[in-house]
C-alpha cells in the first residue's frame, strides 16, 4: 500500500463536530460588528513578500524566522500573510478608499506562521480582525474597545479577560526612550537572557515583552515609556481612560506592552486570560497612524485589533453553549416512494428555510433508518411508505420526547413539524 498523505504539522483539519461551534461564534462576531457599522473586507491569502517587511518591520520575529515565503514561477517573492492589517491597508490603498474618507472595516480569514505548533497556536490559524481609517481621536480606539468588550459579553467570556493597555507615544518618543531603555540594558546586559541580548541593538522595546524571570526583575528599574511621551501622546491617552472609566470597562496600565509590530504608536492594548496557560493574548491591538504612508499612501490615521479564532474557540469550550442541530427534519422513505419523498423533502425546505431537512438515501431497513434519523440530531422524522402515498398522509415520529407518533395530511406536514423545531 501506498503511505497516507496527512496534514502539515500545525495545520489543522475543523472537522464537521467542530464547526457548528466555529459558525455560532462567527455569527455572533458579525451581529456584534453590523451592529456597530462595520463592513467585512476579504484580501487575498498571498501577497508580494514587501508588503510585510515594509510594515511588520524586517528585524522582527515573524519577518526573520516566521513567514512562509517563496518564489513564484516568475521569480517573485510572496508569503502566505502572517497578519491582516498589513494587508487590508494595501487593500484600501490600492482601490481608493483611504484619502479624505472613514472607513469602519473587518476581515476574517487563515494566517500562516512557522512557529512551533502548542494549544492555541498553529503554523495555519485564523483571526478575526478589524481596522478603521480616518479617525485621529481617541474616541475610536475606545469605539474598538468597547467594542471587544461587548463581544465578550456576546460570547460568555467576559469573566475569563481583563484589559491591558498602554501607549507608545509617538516615532520619536520612542527613539529617545529607545535610547535610554539601551543604555539601561547595556549595564545590566549579564542579567537578562540570551533573546533580550539579541535584541538590544535590533529591537530593543521588545525587551519589555520578555517572559525571563531574570530579565523582568531587571526591567523593575528601566526607564518607563510614559515618562518620554509628548504632551499630544499624552493627552491622548489621558482622554482614552477618561473615556473607559465613564464607560466602565475596567483596565490596567501595563508599562510593558509595547506588541510585536513595528507599525504601532499611540495606543496599544490586548485582551489577556489566565484560562489558556502560557497563550494569554485572546485579542490585540492598537493604534498605526503612520502604516498607510509608510505603505506609499498619504498619511491616514488608523486603528485596529485582531483575534485568534483557535484561542477563543479554546475558551467558548470550556462554557459551551448549547447549539441547535443542523438538522431539524429527518425524511424516510420506506419502499418504493423515493421521487415523491424528495419532493416533500423539498417542498419542506422552501417552507422551513430557517431548519436543515436531511432525506434518507441509500435505502435500509426501518431500523437502520431509525438509528440514522437519531444520529442526525433532528428533531422529528418523517417517515413515508406505499400505505402512507396511497393514503396522502406522512407519519411524524418525534425523536426527542415530545410527543406522540401521529399521521398527518401531506398538505399539513410543515405545520405539523413546526412546534417539535421551535
Known amino acids: 500500500m501506498s503511505k497516507k498523505v496527512t496534514s502539515i504539522r ?16 462567527e455569527g455572533k462576531v458579525r451581529d456584534v ?3 456597530y457599522g462595520y463592513q467585512e473586507i476579504r484580501m487575498p491569502i498571498v501577497e508580494q513578500t514587501d508588503l510585510f517587511k515594509r510594515s511588520i518591520g524586517e528585524v522582527t520575529d515573524i519577518v526573520e524566522k516566521e513567514m512562509y515565503t517563496f518564489d ?37 480569514g487563515p494566517m500562516f506562521r512557522h512557529e512551533r505548533p502548542q494549544a492555541g497556536r498553529y503554523r495555519q490559524f485564523h483571526q478575526i480582525g478589524v481596522e478603521t ?28 479577560v481583563t484589559l491591558e493597555l ?75 481612560k477618561s473615556l473607559l472609566d465613564a464607560n466602565g470597562i475596567a483596565y490596567k496600565v501595563n508599562p510593558y506592552l509595547v506588541r510585536g509590530l513595528d507599525y504601532y504608536g499611540k495606543t496599544v492594548f490586548e485582551w489577556v486570560t489566565d484560562a489558556l496557560g502560557a497563550q494569554g493574548t485572546v485579542c490585540a491591538g492598537g493604534r498605526y497612524d503612520g502604516l498607510v504612508a509608510q505603505l506609499g499612501g498619504k498619511p491616514t490615521p488608523a486603528v485596529g485589533f485582531a483575534m485568534g479564532v483557535e ?32 419532493m416533500l423533502a423539498e417542498a419542506l425546505r422552501d417552507a422551513l428555510p430557517d431548519h436543515g431537512v436531511q432525506l434518507h438515501c441509500g435505502g435500509g431497513s426501518f431500523k437502520s433508518q431509525m438509528k440514522k434519523a437519531d444520529r ?32 398527518v395530511a401531506q398538505g399539513d406536514v410543515a405545520n405539523a413539524v413546526t412546534s417539535f423545531l421551535a
Open 10 to 25: 500545525g495545520m489543522n483539519d475543523i472537522l464537521p463536530e467542530q464547526t457548528a461551534l466555529w459558525q455560532w461564534l
Open 72 to 108: 513564484d514561477r516568475n521569480g517573485d517573492s510572496l508569503t502566505l500573510r502572517p497578519e491582516g492589517t498589513a494587508s487590508c491597508v494595501r487593500a484600501c490603498e490600492e482601490h481608493g478608499l483611504l484619502y479624505n474618507q472613514v472607513q469602519r472595516l473587518w476581515y476574517t
Open 311 to 342: 484561542r477563543l474557540i479554546l475558551l467558548i469550550e470550556q462554557n459551551r453553549p448549547e447549539l441547535s442541530a443542523p438538522v431539524g427534519v429527518y425524511v424516510m422513505p420506506m419502499g418504493d416512494v423515493l421521487a415523491p419523498t424528495m
Open 166 to 240: 498602554n501607549s507608545l507615544g509617538d516615532a520619536g518618543d520612542r527613539a529617545r526612550y529607545r535610547d535610554a531603555l539601551v543604555a539601561y540594558l547595556k549595564e545590566h546586559v549579564a542579567e537578562i537572557d540570551e533573546d533580550s541580548r539579541k535584541r538590544i541593538e535590533r529591537s530593543p522595546l521588545r525587551v519589555l515583552d520578555s517572559k525571563d524571570s531574570g530579565t523582568r526583575k531587571v526591567l523593575e528599574g528601566a526607564p518607563q515609556l510614559a515618562d518620554y511621551l509628548n504632551d499630544d501622546a499624552r493627552a491622548h491617552f489621558d482622554s482614552l
Open 133 to 160: 481609517f480616518g479617525m485621529d481621536g481617541p474616541d475610536i480606539d475606545v469605539e474598538v474597545i468597547l467594542m471587544t468588550a461587548r463581544l465578550w459579553k456576546v460570547l460568555g467570556l467576559a469573566d475569563k
Open 376 to 407: 442526525s440530531g433532528a428533531a422529528v422524522a418523517l417517515i413515508i411508505g406505499e400505505n402512507e402515498l396511497a393514503d396522502g398522509v406522512v407519519t411524524v415520529k418525534p425523536l426527542r420526547g415530545q410527543g406522540e407518533q401521529v399521521q
Open 33 to 35: 460588528l453590523a451592529s
